[in-house]
């Protein structure tokens, strides 16, 4: 780090940022084995695992959960499949993505680039969901802003009917045609808003990711396992290495 680095203290912590994102990356590229089928997701952590996983070197079948990991992935060399239709894989051996935020019980929020519909299909096709962030990802508790899509047919409807949710403002829809909006009450409890979300029609898809959706969790460059005696609401992860 140079004295300039020191000196702007806003530079200096990104640069610890960046750099755990690029070692959690690292780590789980290390998880993937020759012939996998890989779910990649979307967002500046999964940026730095692209190149990593490329230069590995091996034999991979990719599908992405965004246009922009699409065409990174591609330039990067990896053999990106289309995931759109019935001819797509079905089954993946591993996704890999970013998280905005993770509880110590192993739920995630997700969306805040958009792609939460998509990056939860891949991450239950997957047998392995393997989540990578730095550690200012980490939180006690969730908390609003959880991102949804909605679809464009009723929309005003579907947004009366969720009350405290807003559209995201300078935001595209997403390429399957979504608007993105964000939920703005407290998450008291994530199990029943996922229900509420799941439940109301129009919502095409929501961030909240439930513990059971994720295998593994990797904190800067540290791979934390959910101990198999942790319940669904367990407070329990196993370090395996890093
Ligand atoms: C995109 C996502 C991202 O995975 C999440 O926002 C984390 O992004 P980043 O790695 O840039 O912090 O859910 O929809």
């Known amino acids: 780090m140079s004295d300039s680095d020191i000196a702007d203290p806003g530079i200096a912590r990104a640069t610890g940022v960046e750099a755990e994102k690029a070692a ?128 464009s047919f009723g929309a005003s409807a579907t947004l009366r009917r969720l009350g405290a949710a807003r559209i995201r403002p300078h935001t595209p829809h997403s390429p399957d045609g979504g608007i993105i909006v964000d939920w703005m009450n407290p998450v008291d409890d994530p199990r029943s808003l996922c229900d509420f979300f799941d439940s109301t029609p129009g919502v095409v898809g929501h961030g909240l990711f439930p513990p059971e959706m994720v295998s593994d969790v990797v904190v800067s460059g540290r791979l934390l396992q959910r101990s198999a005696t942790s319940g669904a609401s367990g407070n329990s992860w196993v370090r395996l290495g890093g």
């Open 24 to 151: 959690a990356a690292r780590t789980a590229a290390s998880l993937v084995v020759d012939g996998m089928t890989v779910g990649l997701g979307t967002g500046s952590t999964v940026a730095y695992l692209i190149p990593a996983l490329a230069s590995r070197g091996l034999a991979l079948t990719c599908v992405a959960t965004s246009p922009a990991t699409e065409m990174q992935a591609r330039a990067a060399g990896l053999d990106v499949r289309s995931f759109n239709g019935p001819s797509s894989p079905a089954l993946l051996d591993i996704a890999i993505d970013g998280a905005d935020k993770v509880t110590p019980d192993g739920w995630l929020v997700k969306g805040a680039g958009a792609a939460h519909t998509r990056e939860k299909i891949v991450a239950a096709a997957a047998d392995r969901f393997v989540v990578i962030v730095s550690t200012e990802k980490l939180v006690t508790s969730l908390g609003p802003p959880v991102p949804l899509e909605i679809l």
